[in-house]
């Protein structure tokens, strides 16, 4: 679906725009919609989670955050992750 956008009219109580219910229903079918892609239907945020293989395909950028399933911890790409002057993935502790 695609972002529905609440019509407002031209001025104010020209009664060109969207009813009430008709603008509360857009409203909630984009809430719907964004809750269902973030995984918050249950009202609990679950990031995805990757593997090891899933994380070495990525195509990554710095200040990208992932969780690595294989290891249990988070990592970070950042531009100098072992003090080297290389980009890398480093474990954020």
């Not at 009430?20 to 603008?23: G, I, K, Q």
């Given at each position: 679906m695609t972002k529905q956008s609440i019509n407002i009219g031209t001025t104010a109580n020209d009664k060109t725009g969207d009813s009430?219910?008709?603008?509360f229903n857009k409203v909630n079918q984009n809430f719907t919609e964004l809750y269902t892609s973030l995984g918050l239907e249950t009202g609990?945020?679950?990031p995805p989670v990757l593997s090891q293989v899933q994380i070495a395909a990525?195509?990554?950028?710095?200040g990208m955050l992932?969780?690595?399933?294989?290891?249990?911890k988070f990592q970070?790409?950042?531009?100098?992750?072992?003090n080297d002057s290389t980009q890398g993935w480093a474990d954020l502790h």
């Open positions: 009430l219910r008709a603008a609990i945020f679950k990525l195509t990554p950028q710095v992932v969780y690595n399933s294989t290891t249990g970070g790409y950042a531009a100098d992750a072992n």
